[in-house]
């Protein structure tokens, strides 16, 4: 344990952030920032903070009296969130719906960009937490910061509407965890995860009701930040009526911070089945994984908004990743970390192609995108490797990804994970249809119009860099294995 001076030393990372954002808020106070000023500044930043843990060596320190941890894994998520947020505040410079621009100037732009690096700053803590109470104000803080850059556009009846239906079911299953990570207290005394666990072994099987009502509670909070089902009500609505940049970002980031803190909480805090005999994790969340993705695909096929589809292909992605997470294994949290890292660079550069199709005059629906192929054939190429790597076609980051994560289901073996790798394969088959819909339209439909379709440098620019590693992971990934082999060793 070290004291709290030596900790700071090895908060850097966090603390470059909390900088950050003083110098947005401050600065703009004095000179009013524009855009590509406030843009710079983030963008700074974000560099200092993923450069200090990259060259701070590889650490395992609790910090902070066991609140947080300074270790490998936090480390690769840190590098992981300052990525998606350094896309979205790049992303986020050519997009009309994302700051007002009014009277010639960029009003809130420096606000926008500050509440940007505070979901990053929260994002690092949920992948640091070791703590119940660290845990909860973590999630809490990307909550509350999400509700703000959801609604960011006030006078937007539809962002607006989004952002009151996100604070109402955040509210709710806030306060659900909330009541499980009590019990967790009141049961074992403690808050630090490894305190928690030793304290639930302890108590043995007669203790095993309450135990599992209390983390059928905290997965409340989980699942509401994950989007999996029956928390996933919000993503929907949210990702419709959001800012496109903000909508790319909650797709990622708070999505994967749920999951670092899902793993750490029940690979720290929660005993598995061999230690306390008749814990039903894994078919808890089995069954919320087929859930899950079966409900996100058959609804992404009614959709005929483009966000609406990617975000119940979201919810399912999420039924996915939740299927690893459910053997409880090293090859299952190794597939975990991976599928992320080619879910990062899909999903956020078929989102980057949307907002490009958008400012240059496009609708969201799908039938809007007739045509493309033949008005802007390089950045329809591109989407296309984007939804056949969401699909799992091979040779793309995204079919690595899946067969690590039904690798992973099937190396357990028995008769429940062959059923819920199988569901897992059917659903990636449904997926292929609603992803071709958009590929139909592209390609295969003739527009109103052939003339060529202006895209944006900077969108145009961002699709082409996450499209090649997108391509590049699908041929050559055993890098990044390693690297995630070490993270989590």
């Known amino acids: 344990m070290l004291s709290n001076t030596l900790s700071l030393h090895l908060f850097v990372p966090e603390i470059a952030l909390v900088v950050g954002i003083l110098l947005l808020l401050i600065w703009d106070l004095a000179f009013s920032l524009k855009r590509g000023s406030a843009a710079f500044i983030a963008l700074a930043a974000l560099l200092c903070s993923a450069t200090v843990t990259?060259?701070?060596?590889?650490?395992?320190?609790?910090?902070?009296?066991?609140?947080?941890?300074?270790?490998?894994?936090?480390?690769?998520?840190?590098?992981?969130?300052?990525?998606?947020?350094?896309?979205?505040?790049?992303?986020?410079?050519?997009?009309?719906?994302?700051?007002?621009?009014?009277?010639?100037?960029?009003?809130?732009?420096?606000?926008?960009?500050?509440?940007?690096?505070?979901?990053?700053?929260?994002?690092?803590?949920?992948?640091?937490?070791?703590?119940?109470?660290?845990?909860?104000?973590?999630?809490?803080?990307?909550?509350?910061?999400?509700?703000?850059?959801?609604?960011?556009?006030?006078?937007?009846?539809?962002?607006?509407?989004?952002?009151?239906?996100?604070?109402?079911?955040?509210?709710?299953?806030?306060?659900?965890?909330?009541?499980?990570?009590?019990?967790?207290?009141?049961?074992?005394?403690?808050?630090?995860?490894?305190?928690?666990?030793?304290?639930?072994?302890?108590?043995?099987?007669?203790?095993?009701?309450?135990?599992?009502?209390?983390?059928?509670?905290?997965?409340?909070?989980?699942?509401?930040?994950?989007?999996?089902?029956?928390?996933?009500?919000?993503?929907?609505?949210?990702?419709?009526?959001?800012?496109?940049?903000?909508?790319?970002?909650?797709?990622?980031?708070?999505?994967?911070?749920?999951?670092?803190?899902?793993?750490?909480?029940?690979?720290?805090?929660?005993?598995?089945?061999?230690?306390?005999?008749?814990?039903?994790?894994?078919?808890?969340?089995?069954?919320?994984?087929?859930?899950?993705?079966?409900?996100?695909?058959l609804a992404a096929i009614l959709q005929a908004n483009v966000k609406r589809m990617l975000a119940y292909s979201s919810i399912a992605h999420a039924g996915y990743l939740l299927m690893a997470l459910c053997v409880f294994t090293r090859e299952g949290e190794q597939a975990i970390l991976f599928y992320l890292c080619a879910y990062l660079l899909m999903n956020l550069g078929a989102f980057i192609v949307v907002i490009g199709f958008s400012e240059a005059g496009l609708g969201e629906n799908i039938e809007s995108y007739r045509g493309v192929g033949v008005r802007a054939p390089l950045i329809a190429a591109v989407f296309a490797i984007f939804l056949f790597s969401l699909t799992g076609i091979p040779p793309m980051a995204g079919f690595i990804g899946k067969f690590y994560l039904f690798a992973a289901v099937l190396k357990k073996g028995g008769m429940f994970f062959t059923v819920l790798a199988v569901i897992g394969i059917v659903n990636s088959a449904i997926s292929l249809y609603y992803y071709a819909r958009i590929l139909k339209e592209m390609f295969f439909q003739k527009g109103e119009t052939e003339a060529p379709l202006a895209i944006a440098t900077v969108h145009r620019t961002l699709a082409f860099a996450l499209a090649v590693p997108t391509i590049a992971l699908g041929i050559y990934w055993a890098p990044l294995i390693d690297y995630i082999g070490r993270a989590i060793s």
């Open 54 to 297: 990259l060259i701070s060596g590889r650490v395992s320190l609790d910090l902070f009296n066991g609140m947080i941890a300074r270790d490998p894994y936090a480390d690769f998520f840190k590098i992981f969130f300052t990525v998606a947020t350094a896309v979205t505040v790049i992303v986020s410079l050519r997009a009309r719906d994302a700051i007002d621009h009014t009277d010639g100037r960029d009003r809130e732009a420096a606000e926008y960009y500050a509440l940007l690096l505070a979901m990053c700053l929260g994002m690092n803590l949920m992948a640091a937490a070791t703590d119940l109470l660290m845990a909860y104000l973590a999630l809490e803080m990307v909550s509350l910061v999400s509700y703000v850059v959801v609604g960011f556009r006030r006078r937007n009846a539809a962002s607006a509407e989004a952002s009151l239906k996100y604070v109402i079911f955040g509210g709710v299953a806030s306060g659900v965890m909330l009541f499980g990570l009590s019990l967790l207290y009141g049961m074992t005394g403690a808050t630090e995860f490894a305190a928690v666990r030793t304290a639930l072994i302890a108590a043995g099987p007669g203790a095993l009701a309450i135990q599992i009502l209390a983390v059928v509670f905290v997965l409340a909070g989980f699942g509401y930040k994950i989007a999996s089902v029956p928390f996933h009500m919000w993503c929907p609505d949210v990702y419709e009526g959001a800012p496109t940049p903000i909508t790319a970002f909650l797709s990622v980031g708070p999505k994967a911070a749920g999951f670092a803190l899902l793993i750490r909480f029940f690979v720290g805090a929660v005993p598995d089945e061999a230690q306390l005999l008749g814990a039903p994790w894994a078919v808890l969340i089995g069954v919320i994984s087929a859930a899950t993705m079966t409900l996100g695909n």
